[in-house]
């Protein structure tokens, strides 16, 4: 069953756990705690972005996923014939250009069929835009929606050991992508592969704290210890959230629990969140 795309924008956004809530759309998030102003918000962004703004040589045919500064839809960019997604942003603030422009190099820098390909990049007046190659399965989320909510065992594991292998190629040319979770591994064919370097750094020089905001970087449920208390990172933090990532693909559930993400930021903030060490552990799952 297909998501509606108010349920798939406030799960994007940070707003609505992976728990399924019955009923229509507004209800659903109303029944998950979003109130009716956030629920606005929401709708007035789906309308904005069902235009797509011009750019040459790109012509820009489906809104395929919307976060919470970025839109990626599919196109076709016309001088070659090939569909393609393309990423883009608003040029206004200096942070999205910052990250885009982070995110723009390190997908160039990194050749692995384990992590999605920057086809080229560039700004066509007030937009930022980054072109990738097409991924037509979806990303493990949605995937494991589509399933019910958790993944064959085996499908899971296959999905893990690419993206493990694409946490490899990061780590090789010195990145840690700061930001693994199911939606940010993109499925094609039989075959995963990592996407949104946005939050990609430099290990020597990566902190999860930016000069702009006090905020946290990257995925709360997914997030290592030493991320949420705004250390140091290296390749490690991201194989805690990969460890996370296939918990949930496998179960179905979070691994700390199943509170909305802008809850558990909440609790950061406010210094009363203690990410335990050991998940519940896993039933219905073979031991191996």
């Given at each position: 069953?297909?998501?509606?795309?108010?349920?798939?924008?406030?799960?994007?956004?940070?707003?609505?756990?992976?728990?399924?809530?019955?009923?229509?759309?507004?209800?659903?998030?109303?029944?998950?705690?979003?109130?009716?102003?956030?629920?606005?918000?929401?709708?007035?962004?789906?309308?904005?972005?069902?235009?797509?703004?011009?750019?040459?040589?790109?012509?820009?045919?489906?809104?395929?996923?919307?976060?919470?500064?970025?839109?990626?839809?599919?196109?076709?960019?016309?001088?070659?014939?090939?569909?393609v997604a393309v990423k883009i942003i608003p040029a206004q603030r200096p942070r999205d250009v910052e990250r885009f422009l982070r995110e723009s190099r390190a997908a160039g820098a990194i050749g692995s069929p384990y992590?999605?390909?920057?086809?080229?990049?560039?700004?066509?007046?007030?937009?930022?835009?980054?072109?990738?190659?097409?991924?037509?399965?979806?990303?493990?989320?949605?995937?494991?929606?589509?399933?019910?909510?958790?993944?064959?065992?085996?499908?899971?594991?296959?999905?893990?050991?690419?993206?493990?292998?694409?946490?490899?190629?990061?780590?090789?040319?010195?990145?840690?992508?700061?930001?693994?979770?199911?939606?940010?591994?993109?499925?094609?064919?039989?075959?995963?592969?990592?996407?949104?370097?946005?939050?990609?750094?430099?290990?020597?020089?990566?902190?999860?704290?930016?000069?702009?905001?006090?905020?946290?970087?990257?995925?709360?449920?997914?997030?290592?210890?030493?991320?949420?208390?705004?250390?140091?990172?290296?390749?490690?933090?991201?194989?805690?959230?990969?460890?996370?990532?296939?918990?949930?693909?496998?179960?179905?559930?979070?691994?700390?629990?199943?509170?909305?993400?802008?809850?558990?930021?909440?609790?950061?903030?406010?210094?009363?969140?203690?990410?335990?060490?050991?998940?519940?552990?896993?039933?219905?799952?073979?031991?191996?």
């Amino acid at each position: 069953m297909t998501m509606h795309p108010l349920i798939r924008l406030a799960r994007q956004r940070g707003l609505l756990s992976t728990s399924a809530v019955p009923g229509d759309a507004e209800s659903s998030l109303r029944a998950a705690g979003l109130s009716d102003s956030e629920i606005g918000e929401l709708k007035q962004e789906l309308e904005r972005a069902s235009v797509p703004p011009p750019i040459p040589g790109l012509r820009l045919i489906e809104l395929i996923g919307l976060g919470a500064h970025s839109q990626v839809w599919r196109a076709t960019q016309e001088t070659v014939d090939r569909a393609v997604a393309v990423k883009i942003i608003p040029a206004q603030r200096p942070r999205d250009v910052e990250r885009f422009l982070r995110e723009s190099r390190a997908a160039g820098a990194i050749g692995s069929p384990y992590v999605v390909t920057c086809h080229d990049a560039g700004q066509s007046g007030a937009t930022l835009y980054l072109v990738m190659e097409l991924m037509t399965g979806g990303d493990a989320e949605a995937l494991a929606d589509a399933a019910g909510g958790r993944l064959p065992e085996r499908r899971a594991l296959e999905i893990i050991r690419d993206a493990a292998r694409g946490l490899s190629a990061l780590a090789s040319a010195g990145l840690t992508h700061r930001d693994i979770k199911p939606a940010n591994i993109l499925i094609a064919d039989d075959h995963a592969k990592l996407a949104d370097l946005g939050l990609a750094r430099d290990t020597e020089n990566l902190l999860t704290r930016t000069a702009q905001s006090s905020m946290v970087a990257g995925t709360p449920a997914f997030m290592s210890p030493e991320q949420v208390r705004g250390e140091q990172l290296d390749v490690r933090s991201d194989l805690f959230s990969l460890g996370a990532t296939f918990y949930r693909l496998a179960t179905g559930r979070l691994p700390f629990g199943d509170g909305t993400v802008i809850e558990t930021l909440r609790r950061l903030e406010q210094g009363a969140c203690r990410i335990p060490m050991m998940p519940p552990p896993i039933s219905r799952t073979p031991r191996a």
